[in-house]
């Protein structure tokens, strides 16, 4: 069966930092690209962060960059993201996907977790 876990999401205060990871079962992530997402209450899910199936080519919303950081280790069969400098503004549920191409567009991936909650708070 295949399975993306998210893990890591939790309540931290503002200017915090936290790293999310995406581990896989039933399949290899080494042959997709992974998009990070997320959605707030009320609004449409957007896409945060995107990685190649290399690693070579990431790609972030213009929300997140300079703050989140995506990664991936094929081995351990997890993409990770590292999240400072956190915002009341980047509380949401936080999604991985996986699909042929990396891209910030949701209808791009194929297969999805069932996300991690962050919450951003004092």
């Known amino acids: 069966q295949l399975q993306l876990v998210e893990s890591g999401g939790g309540l931290v205060q503002p200017g915090g930092s936290l790293r999310l990871s995406c581990a896989a079962s039933g399949f290899t992530l080494d042959y997709y690209a992974i998009g990070w997402f997320r959605q707030a209450p009320g609004k449409e899910r957007e896409g945060v962060s995107c990685?190649?199936?290399?690693?070579?080519?990431?790609n972030y919303a213009a929300s997140v960059k300079g703050r989140f950081t995506i990664s991936r280790d094929n081995a351990k069969n997890t993409v990770y993201l590292q999240m400072n400098s956190l915002k009341p503004e980047d509380t949401a549920v936080y999604y991985c996907?996986?699909?042929?191409?990396?891209?910030?567009?949701?209808?791009?991936?194929?297969?999805w977790g069932k996300g991690t909650l962050v919450t951003v708070s004092s």
């Open positions: 990685i190649s199936s290399s690693g070579g080519s990431t």
């Open positions: 996907a996986a699909g042929p191409w990396a891209t910030l567009t949701p209808g791009d991936y194929d297969y």
